[in-house]
């Protein structure tokens, strides 16, 4: 039997959920790793600030 055959063998509202579960893991997925990417880039945003306010501290000092 192929997988084709297999899938249409299942009942519709098996097939819908898996669609849209499938759907949703793909789109919270989507949302979670564009949250991580941004939140690293404004680490290194800040990382970089924090090392040019240091730079300037220090040879303020001198």
């Given at each position: 039997m192929s997988l084709y055959a297999r899938w249409m063998a299942l009942p519709l509202k098996v097939r819908?959920?898996?669609?849209?579960?499938?759907?949703?893991?793909a789109v919270l997925g989507d949302y979670v790793?564009?949250?991580?990417?941004?939140?690293?880039e404004a680490r290194k945003e800040l990382d970089e600030?924090?090392?040019?306010?240091?730079?300037?501290?220090?040879t303020n000092e001198k």
């Open positions: 819908i959920y898996i669609g849209v579960s499938t759907m949703g893991v790793t564009s949250r991580i990417a941004s939140e690293m600030l924090e090392k040019r306010r240091l730079a300037t501290t220090t």
